[in-house]
C-alpha cells in the first residue's frame, strides 16, 4: 500500500518538478532522492552587515558568499510540511510544524549555497529527529501563525519575532539580489570537524511584496540585533517543493 501511494505521487507532481531544471546553475544531483519536504507561506527578511560580522561564525572550508561585495543575513520564518523520506507518506503530528530559520550564504567549490546559523522549530518531537537525521541545529520555540500574523518565543536564547504583514503584488521580474538570496540549490553543515554538503532541488521561487502592519525581530548575530535595524529586503513566497538528497562530506 505505501509503495503504492509512493509510486502514484511520485508519477504525479514529482516528475515533473524533476524534470524542470533550466533555473538551476548546476545539474541536478545524480541518484535518487532521499527526502520531499514542502517550505510553505514563506517570509524572507533580509539584512546587509559587515562582513566581519559574520566570518568568525563560519567553519573554515567554507567561504563567505557576498553580493556585490555585501555580506548578508536572512530570517527565514516559514511552515514545513509533509517531510518525509523517499517511499513512505507523511505523518503529519511529526512533519507539518512552523520553523524558523536564520542563515547566512556561503560558497565552496563553485556552489553558493546557505549555512544555518540558526534554526528553530514548532514541535519538540520534530526538532529531535531532525536533529537526529539531518545534524543541522535545530530546537524547540513557541510559535505560532496565522494568514498574516507569525509569532515566536524561544526562551532559551531570548530570539522573539511578533509580525503582522499584508502580502502585496508579486514580481514578475526578479531583481539580481532576489535570485541571488532565495536561488540556491545546497546547504552545508559542519559537524565534528567535518563539512558537508546537502543537495536540493525545487522550482525558482515566486516572490511578492509585502506590507508590514507590526515587526519586532529580537535576534542577535555576534553582537549585532535584527531589531536595530529595519530589514533591506522583505519578502513573501506561497513555498516551494522540495527533494533533498543524502548529505555528502566535503574534502578541503
Known sequence: MIKNWHQAYISTDLQH????TAHRPWEIPSGDWKYYQE???????HWKVPAELLKPLIPE???????ENEAWISL??????KISPAGLPPL???SDFHEINLRTYVLVEGKPGVYFLNIEAQKHLSVWIAKQLSGLPY???VISRSKDIYRSQNDLKGFNLDIEFEVKDFITLKSKLDLWLTERYCLYLDREEKLFRYEIH???WQVAEVALKKIRINYHVNGFNLDSRTPDL??????VKVLAWTKKEIKT
Open 17 to 20: 518538478l524533476l524534470k524542470e
Open 39 to 45: 517550505w510553505n507561506e514563506v517570509l524572507f527578511f
Open 61 to 67: 572550508g567554507l567561504e563567505l558568499d557576498r553580493f
Open 76 to 81: 527565514v520564518p516559514f511552515t514545513m510540511q
Open 92 to 94: 503529519a503530528f511529526i
Open 139 to 141: 530546537e524547540k520555540a
Open 202 to 204: 525545487h522550482l525558482e
Open 234 to 239: 522583505i519578502r513573501y513566497s506561497p513555498g
